[in-house]
């Protein structure tokens, strides 16, 4: 894995106004404002935890909801990810992470199979954290598995404040992405796949 594995996406839509740069093979430094205090803060340990570089800067309209800006983000960071992954060659494809946040325990399988999938089995006691509706996690989460091109699980296994179960299911995801997309020393620059593609 010489070459860079870096990508920048813009998204430009009616609703929302994106750009994101990702480095896989950063050392976690963010730089990300999205307008949502609560999502920069999720992002920013995403790449903190992932040992990914990121920048993120959206422009939403954040007057009507969050939802566009929070759905677009997760769309444009996937596809980043995907775009720097490139052909796949040489990952480990596979990783999984269970995060705890004290009481609070989330755990992420991912497989970067290009088949995308997510399933959700994570719940919230309240509507809201901050000013960011709870169930935005979700589409988020959903947004950049589809355009990611990534099988995701996430599934939590203990806690009931809010906070901590989003922040540990954003650094399960992180943990989890960081182990799939490494080079595996072993695998001699092979696509690990029997059918030759991912």
């Keep these: 894995m010489n070459t860079p594995r870096t990508a920048t996406v813009h998204r430009a839509t009616s609703e929302t106004d994106i750009t994101v ?8 430094q963010t730089r990300i404002e999205t307008g949502i205090g609560f999502l920069d803060h ?8 992932s040992m990914c570089d990121l920048e993120i800067t959206a422009r939403g309209d954040l007057h009507i909801d969050y939802h566009h800006t929070v ?3 997760g769309i444009a960071l996937g596809k980043a990810f ?3 992954m ?4 040489g990952i480990r494809r596979y990783g999984s992470a269970t995060v705890p946040l004290d009481e609070a325990l989330c755990e992420a399988v991912v497989d970067i199979s290009g088949r995308p999938f997510l399933a959700w089995s994570v719940t919230f006691g309240r509507d809201k954290i901050g000013e960011m509706d709870t169930e935005l996690f979700e589409e988020f989460f959903r947004a950049f598995a589809m355009s ?3 099988t ?5 296994r203990a806690g009931h404040n809010c906070h901590h179960i989003a922040e540990a299911a954003f650094k399960a995801l992180a943990r989890a992405l960081r182990t799939a997309s490494e080079a595996d020393p072993r695998a001699g ?3 690990p796949s029997t059918k030759g593609s991912l």
């Design 71 to 73: 759905e677009d983000t």
């Design 82 to 84: 995907a775009k720097a």
């Design 86 to 89: 490139g052909d796949k060659r």
């Design 21 to 28: 740069t990702i480095n896989l093979d950063g050392t976690g």
């Design 148 to 150: 990611a091109l990534v």
């Design 42 to 49: 999720m992002l920013t340990a995403l790449g903190r935890h």
């Design 189 to 191: 620059g092979i696509i």
């Design 152 to 156: 995701l699980h996430v599934i939590q």
